[in-house]
């Protein structure tokens, strides 16, 4: 089969998992979000981030008190949803029975506070009051060294960190291969077995809670766990990875001050921006990147360094360069996309930038790029997610891939990869996904690859699939389920259950932790909330996609109860 991979649709979702944006600081501890005293002035100094003209939730925050016990974040969540309440963000200190919840602006905010306060819910009255924005990380790290520094408070803290400044003085490709390999060092085999493990233990806990949610099931799962082991259902052996070094196919390098001191040094960050580290080292010596992403990196680097643009700084928002995407394949096909924040520059010198580029890598440069995109990446002034369109700077506007070669319902299906693989086994494929140039790109890999019977569709998964699901007609679904790592949105996991002729549905994890709530709300009694018959599982499989990480893909098929298995597809 042939892929026509589309990295260039998503490039709001391209940024870095270890960038830092203003929205992204998380709260850690209760006495560092209290009220700012007064005269504390805390729009400067570690709340300096807040007085800039960008979006951040941290100044729509609201602690809510006196909990009930035993509550989680989606209890909570589905109780402010009860009440007409649309929070951002909900950090839950249920030990504490307090959380703090943002809220995109102070009108959402300020009805959150009258609409709660005095509330009760289970027997319990609720309160809720202001609270501080979280501190800037680096600010407040450097102000604790400094304290330290100084014989101030900050020594204790300062001691603690004697761990880190040990780690600081190993090699750096050490240090980077801790960070985003922090496997390397250990046998394959044994890699294998420890996330064979982490499955397991997945499935144990969903077997509880299919026990605790579920009384109708009792006599089936008493069964089960007596053939598996105390777990729900078969787990098939691990599937190892048919490589083990250099399978990045995709891979997000930010942009920033090397930890060896060399300014615009493209590569991966040792921390994340919320530990209070900023510093890049390079991935020449890291094994899971591709040489060709390598060569890459390496020319777009050397280019960056002859340009007057400084790198884009996350803590003062200043500079230009902020991340390199590259994206190979192996026909030997690279894209690359460059994200670079603007600022004050005017039209013609971005453009005069772009011929660079252009010149750059077409003109004797052997990087290897085949297809090149610019990015226009300035910081977010509100809540909504910001569309940011992709500048065709040079080479083919697509980079192509070769894949192995039921009607089936692919949901979030991207580029509709796993739909078109089986559209030949299948009578017709429906795919669902949420980006306009994804579904583009996937119809031109059915034309592609000469196959009929598949349509997809544009839309955020929970508006989209319960219309689509209604209109299928035949008798016996499949639905594919290929989620972000947050899992599904509730409102398809009910459109699911109440499609009965929805009987098999395969459910690929990248975090199954992460997705427990939906296995959950599958397999659970029907309700006057959850209508339908309920799904069980009956087949796991654990998937190395990542050696040398902890990171593993987890596969569970699960059907319909009443459903018989021998119905063909």
């Known amino acids: 089969?042939?892929?026509?991979?589309?990295?260039?649709?998503?490039?709001?979702?391209?940024?870095?998992?270890?960038?830092?944006?203003?929205?992204?600081?998380?709260?850690?501890?209760?006495?560092?979000?209290?009220?700012?005293?007064?005269?504390?002035?805390?729009?400067?100094?570690?709340?300096?981030?807040?007085?800039?003209?960008?979006?951040?939730?941290?100044?729509?925050?609201?602690?809510?008190?006196?909990?009930?016990?035993?509550?989680?974040?989606?209890?909570?969540?589905?109780?402010l949803n009860k009440h007409g309440i649309n929070p951002h963000k909900i950090k839950l200190f249920s030990k504490q029975m307090f959380a703090f919840v943002t809220f995109k602006n102070q009108e959402e905010r300020d009805k959150a506070m009258k609409a709660v306060h005095g509330m009760q819910w289970k027997s319990k009255v609720l309160s809720v009051r202001l609270a501080k924005p979280k501190a800037d990380p680096i600010l407040k790290k450097r102000k604790l060294e400094e304290e330290a520094e100084g014989g101030q408070p900050g020594t204790k803290r300062a001691a603690g960190s004697q761990e880190v400044e040990e780690n600081e003085e190993e090699p750096l490709n050490i240090q980077i291969a801790n960070a985003v390999t922090p496997l390397w060092n250990v046998p394959y085999e044994e890699q294998l077995k420890r996330k064979e493990k982490e499955v397991e233990g997945v499935l144990q806990k969903l077997t509880r809670e299919i026990g605790n949610n579920n009384k109708a099931m009792l006599p089936w799962l008493f069964v089960q766990k007596e053939k598996y082991n105390k777990i729900c259902c078969p787990l098939e052996a691990i599937r190892p990875s048919p490589v083990q070094t250099e399978y990045r196919n995709k891979c997000e390098f930010v942009i920033g001050v090397g930890a060896d001191g060399e300014d615009k040094t493209v590569g991966f960050r040792l921390g994340k921006y919320k530990g209070g580290s900023c510093a890049v080292v390079s991935p020449s010596e890291t094994t899971h990147v591709s040489s060709e992403a390598k060569r890459v990196v390496q020319g777009f680097q050397q280019f960056i360094r002859t340009t007057p643009y400084a790198v884009y700084s996350p803590e003062t928002y200043e500079g230009h360069w902020r991340q390199l995407t590259v994206r190979t394949s192996r026909i030997k096909q690279t894209m690359a996309i460059v994200f670079f924040n603007p600022q004050k520059l005017q039209e013609e010198e971005i453009e005069e930038l772009k011929r660079n580029l252009h010149q750059y890598f077409t003109e004797g440069k052997e990087s290897g790029i085949t297809s090149l995109y610019f990015v226009r990446m300035g910081q977010r002034t509100s809540a909504g997610t910001e569309d940011l369109p992709c500048e065709h700077v040079t080479g083919e506007e697509w980079i192509h891939e070769d894949l192995n070669v039921l009607t089936v319902l692919d949901v979030c299906c991207g580029t509709g990869t796993i739909g078109i693989s089986l559209a030949k086994r299948v009578k017709k494929v429906i795919g669902i996904e949420l980006c306009q140039e994804a579904v583009e790109d996937a119809k031109a890999n059915a034309e592609v690859n000469g196959l009929t019977n598949v349509e997809f569709h544009c839309g955020k998964a929970e508006d989209v699939f319960p219309t689509i699901l209604n209109a299928v007609v035949s008798p016996s679904v499949t639905a594919i389920i290929d989620p972000p790592r947050a899992g599904l949105h509730s409102k398809v996991i009910l459109a699911i259950r109440r499609a009965e002729h929805l009987k098999r549905l395969v459910y690929v994890a990248c975090n199954a932790k992460a997705a427990m709530n939906n296995f959950i709300d599958l397999c659970r009694a029907p309700s006057n909330r959850v209508r339908g018959a309920p799904f069980r599982p009956v087949r796991a499989m654990a998937v190395d996609l990542f050696p040398q990480t902890m990171h593993c893909e987890t596969i569970l098929l699960f059907e319909r109860v009443a459903y018989s298995s021998n119905t063909d597809i």
């Open 1 to 79: 089969m042939t892929d026509v991979a589309a990295d260039k649709t998503d490039p709001a979702g391209s940024l870095s998992s270890t960038e830092k944006e203003p929205d992204d600081l998380i709260e850690e501890k209760n006495q560092e979000n209290q009220p700012a005293a007064e005269g504390e002035g805390a729009a400067g100094g570690v709340y300096r981030y807040i007085k800039e003209d960008l979006f951040t939730s941290e100044i729509f925050k609201v602690e809510i008190q006196n909990l009930p016990k035993y509550i989680g974040f989606n209890d909570l969540k589905k109780f």
